[in-house]
Nanobody, 114 residues
Framework: QVQLVESGGGLVQAGGSLRLSCVAS????????MAWYRQAPGKQRELVAH???????NYADSVKGRFTISRDNAKNTVYLQMNSLKPEDTAVYYC????????WGQGTQVTVSS
């Protein structure tokens, strides 16, 4: 049974940093492109960043230069380091396999105050 558990969110002031973690179980993360998504209130879920099995990364323009996605295949875990946070980064953040329509976790809330 595939399970994804996100953690590390919280309330932070603008300009601050957070590090999100996503622990996967029920499958071996190694063979998949993994992604972080976010959904702000009243908006559609959007792709924030993804990372290939060999560590190549891609970012949404809105977070480029501020966020860093990484993975530890041995720990079956994906991370998202978020720096220089802005109020518009406020959202629930989720991880999942790229383009996977199912198996969403509960996400972790990130709130950035101005």
């Amino acid at each position: 049974q595939v399970q994804l558990v996100e953690s590390g969110g919280g309330l932070v002031q603008a300009g601050g940093s957070l590090r999100l973690s996503c622990v996967a179980s029920g499958f071996t993360l190694r063979g998949y492109i993994m992604a972080w998504y976010r959904q702000a209130p009243g908006k559609q879920r959007e792709l924030v960043a993804h990372i290939t099995s060999i560590g190549n990364t891609n970012y949404a323009d809105s977070v480029k230069g501020r966020f860093t996605i990484s993975r530890d295949n041995a720990k079956n875990t994906v991370y998202l380091q978020m720096n220089s946070l802005k109020p518009e980064d406020t959202a629930v953040y989720y991880c999942n396999r790229l383009n996977e329509p199912n198996n969403w976790g509960q996400g972790t809330q990130v709130t950035v105050s101005s």
